[in-house]
């Protein structure tokens, strides 16, 4: 570890800390107890040295896997455009560049053992954060953001699997690593979908929004997504033709699927964005009665987070620790892109912070973060995924006011500092909203813009003349009270 990149963090007061102080109404707090909490993260990234092997450069050590070191650049490139702190900002950089892979798409050749769609595709999300934030661009000799998320969407979409199934996406991609190869999973399928949704609201091509519809009717088709409760289950066995659904659920299955419906919710008029709707609600929903209150099932329900297939059991394996940062990150996400939601998931998300924050009491340095944050303390565990879910969790409580998404051909401003420079450039997509689908992907089995989950009432749209209406309808058939504007009145 290079301490003097650590030592370069600003407003940190760890020598005396004992716990993570927060103050949910207050900015200056939030940000940091978020500078405490990625300090915290990034002091497991040693692969930082100038004796560090070029092909170790941005990646954790074991036990973590490739994927997860993807996942944990994606937050911290949301940690500076949520708090303006620079410090992670080379680092970063440097993690980028060094696995973007001799093709610039993300497959690289020394993780063949350990890369499958999924990872590709956690890599390839957090490049697309890059380029919606403006994070500082890898530079003139590299590719912009863009185009390597462009590089990587391509390269997993021409591995869509109609052999068996009817389509999907298997986990693994190369054959050789049979535990997962015959599996076709939520989570692939999954981020697949919200890398098409935030590239189609970020170039305004409406083609990502065909294979972000083929991908969900699939998993819709096949039982992966509860056809009443919007569950995801995690995945199936294509040697059965599909016909089987594992059906235990991970919070980052779910969650997936709401920040890439949210995304084309933001992006799209008319039927299609009623349609988007009705999906972002329904997962949502999930996401609040499974990971959140869980009503009836688990005794200790208080309205904290908490993953329900492992965690009251004390046996979640060192992914999962991490699912509870890509459920925080993308409800924040999900806040700033459905305005009409933003109060109710704030309200979540603040009430997370606060004991996510309280169970930052552990370790030499007194502000290590556990597993549990129902039990009201510190529980004895530690790790890339704890530390990372409680930054998240934290940070993600400014989403909104960085306003960090780049609104369709402007870039709106950001509140703290001046970071809109150097970014990668903004793609010549048009400026008008993306309309219905007009063309659909080479072999697409063209489900179309309506896929068969609609109720009548997202059907007959003309019937709801406003977006609002269909929301505030949508809304309180499933029991989620919001406020709507006068035409929803
Ligand atoms: C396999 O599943 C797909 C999708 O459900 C279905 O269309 C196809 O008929 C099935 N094939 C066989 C041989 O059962
Ligand atoms: C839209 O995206 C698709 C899929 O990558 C691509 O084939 C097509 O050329 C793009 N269209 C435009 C106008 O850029
Ligand atoms: C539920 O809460 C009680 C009281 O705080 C605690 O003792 C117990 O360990 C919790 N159960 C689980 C599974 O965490
Ligand atoms: C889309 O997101 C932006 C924030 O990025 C928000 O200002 C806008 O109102 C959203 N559009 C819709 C239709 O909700
Ligand atoms: C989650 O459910 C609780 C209890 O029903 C409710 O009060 C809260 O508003 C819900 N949150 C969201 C984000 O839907
Ligand atoms: C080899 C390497 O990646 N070095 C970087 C480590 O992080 C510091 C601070 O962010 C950079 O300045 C180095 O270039």
């Known amino acids: 570890m290079r301490n003097a990149l650590l030592a370069t963090s600003s407003f940190l007061g760890l020598a005396s800390a004992a716990g993570l102080n927060l103050n949910i109404n207050d900015d200056a707090s939030i940000r940091n107890a978020a500078a ?48 303006g702190d620079q410090s992670y900002v080379v680092a970063t950089q440097d993690a980028l560049a ?7 798409d993300l497959i690289i050749p020394a993780h063949r053992g350990d890369e499958g769609n999924d990872d590709q595709a956690f890599w390839a999300l957090t490049h697309m954060s890059a380029a919606e934030l403006h994070f500082p661009s890898l530079g003139p000799s590299q590719p912009s953001y863009l185009t390597v998320a462009t590089n990587a969407f391509n390269n997993i979409a021409s591995r869509w699997d109609t052999a068996t199934c009817g389509g999907g996406f298997k986990w693994q991609i190369y054959p050789e690593n049979s535990y997962g190869y015959n599996y076709k999973n939520s989570i692939s399928n999954g981020a697949f979908l919200q890398l098409a949704a935030r590239l189609a609201r970020y170039t305004g091509n409406s083609t990502y929004i065909d294979y972000a519809e083929r991908t969900w009717h699939w998993m819709w088709h096949i039982g992966l997504i509860n056809h009443d409760s919007f569950a995801v289950y995690d995945g199936t066995d294509d040697r059965q033709n599909c016909s089987e ?17 949210a995304s084309i919710y933001n992006a799209t008029t008319g039927s299609v964005q009623h349609m988007w709707a009705r999906r972002v609600l329904g997962l949502l929903q999930n996401i ?114 960085a306003r960090p998404h780049k609104e369709r051909g402007v870039v709106l401003p950001l509140v703290y500092g001046n970071r809109n420079t150097g970014g990668s450039a903004p793609s010549s997509g048009s400026s008008a909203p993306v309309a219905r689908p007009t063309t659909n992907p080479t072999g697409l089995a063209a489900p179309g813009p309506t896929g068969p989950d609609q109720t009548a009432a997202v059907q007959s749209a003309g019937y709801y003349s406003a977006a609002s209406r269909v929301m505030k309808r949508l809304a309180v058939a499933m029991g989620v009270a919001m406020a709507v504007g006068p035409a929803g009145r």
Request: one cysteine or more; charged letters at 15%.
């Open 288 to 401: 609040n009665s499974t990971f959140v209150t869980n009503e009836g099932n688990f005794p200790n329900k208080t309205g904290i987070m908490f993953e329900v297939a492992c965690e009251p059991h004390d046996n979640c394996n060192t992914d999962m620790q991490s699912f509870k940062a890509y459920m925080g990150r993308w409800l924040g996400k999900t806040a700033a892109l459905c305005p009409l939601l933003g109060d109710r998931i704030m309200a979540l998300l603040r009430t997370n912070a606060e004991a996510a924050a309280e169970s930052c009491t552990g370790g030499t340095d007194g502000v290590t973060c556990g597993t549990k944050w129902y039990v009201g303390g510190y529980d004895g565990a530690w790790g890339v995924g704890q530390q990372m879910s409680a930054l998240e969790v934290v940070q993600s409580l400014l989403a909104l006011e």
């Open 98 to 104: 060094a696995q973007l892979g001799p093709a610039e």
């Open 36 to 83: 405490t909490a990625a300090y915290g993260l990034m002091k497991y990234y040693d692969n930082n040295a100038s004796t560090t092997p070029a092909g170790n450069v941005g990646l954790l050590n074991p036990p973590y896997y490739w994927w997860e070191s993807g996942a944990m650049w994606g937050g911290m490139v949301d940690y500076w455009a949520y708090t």
């Open 245 to 261: 659904v594992n059906h235990i659920q991970f919070s980052y299955n779910v969650a997936v699927l709401l920040h890439g419906a």
